[in-house]
């Protein structure tokens, strides 16, 4: 006769076996369905914290989340907060939300709303292609009050592209405006609006307070919580922040409100107007300031 402890250790290996075989085939599954790294990476970090949980390894949850997640974590739907209990549930975030996954700490009932960040593949972008005609720049904007200072930073970058003191893709703090303490702000609140919190159509249904770096196979964890950490935050990725002008994006009638920043480029005789501003952060970027 089998001893029941020998059977309930045995049912226990067997049914971590089935979980860890179920999480690989999602893997698997995820990794054929999303080419685009950024992409399948934000999923695929979903489901690895997912797993940490069902396997009960929370000191790993602990390395990412620090003691918080002492007692676990529920990896929940970004705009219901109602746990996904289904590992094959975990899909990637609706385009409205600056979140790209929700994880509640079962200890503290804390939910953070985490934008992730692939480090496998190109530098990530957290400003894409967004014309001065956008929304967010209107006169009813979020951004509208700092448009003064942003027309300055991409005029001075407009100047030099036709000086040809810089490439089309160049370091904020290149610009020599950047020295002056009002732009400099105005910079950084414009970047955590961009990062945190909204697209140049609309605040986000979702915002983000902290950020998940997935590099190879690890997670780090970044808490931007309030206003003050979110501007840290910027501040410390600041010196890696390429800026460029780019056509895409553009309206295909380029109104008065965009000429601003219009930088034109010949070529062969021909003219590609580029007015969409774009900001990538590039891959050496250290996120080591407020990492917990």
């Known amino acids: ?53 069902e396997m009960k390894q929370y000191d790993k949850l602990i390395e990412i989340y620090g003691s ?9 739907c970004t705009e219901t907060e109602v746990p996904i209990t289904d590992i094959n549930r975990i899909g990637k975030a609706g385009t409205l939300s600056k ?3 929700a994880v509640r700490m079962r200890k503290t009932k804390k939910i953070y709303h985490s934008s992730v960040k692939s480090k496998n593949g190109a530098p990530f972008a957290f400003l894409n292609h967004t014309p001065r005609s956008a929304k967010v720049f209107s006169a009813s904007g979020s951004l509208n009050k700092h448009l003064p200072a942003i027309d300055s930073l991409l005029q001075e970058y407009i100047c030099k592209r ?5 490439k089309e ?29 909204g697209t140049g159509s609309c605040e986000s249904r979702c915002k983000a307070d902290s950020l998940l770096y997935f590099h190879n196979d690890s997670i780090s964890f970044v808490r931007c919580c309030s206003l003050e950490e979110k501007r840290e935050y ?4 600041l010196d890696r922040c390429i800026i460029s002008l780019r056509s895409k994006g ?11 920043w219009i930088y034109e480029y010949h070529n062969d005789g021909n003219v590609t107007y580029k007015g969409s501003v ?12 407020v990492t917990y």
């Open 169 to 197: 893709d160049t370091l904020i703090n290149n610009m020599e405006c950047m020295k002056d303490t009002s732009i400099h702000s105005a910079m950084i609140d414009m970047m955590v609006y961009f990062m945190f919190d």
């Open 278 to 289: 774009h900001i990538r952060v590039d891959k050496k970027t250290s996120t080591s300031a």
């Open 68 to 76: 918080d997640a002492s007692e676990g974590v529920e990896v929940v």
């Open 162 to 166: 036709n000086e040809g003191t810089i």
């Open 99 to 101: 979140a790209d996954i």
């Open 234 to 237: 910027i501040e410390s990725i």
């Open 1 to 53: 006769m089998v001893p029941r402890s020998l059977y309930a250790n045995k049912r226990k290996e067997l049914d971590e076996a089935n979980l860890e075989i179920e999480y690989y085939k999602s893997c698997l599954d995820t990794a054929k369905r999303h080419k685009n790294t950024g992409e399948r990476d934000e999923i695929l970090l979903a489901k690895k914290i997912y797993h940490y949980d």
């Open 250 to 260: 553009m309206p295909t009638k380029i109104h008065d409100s965009c000429q601003p």
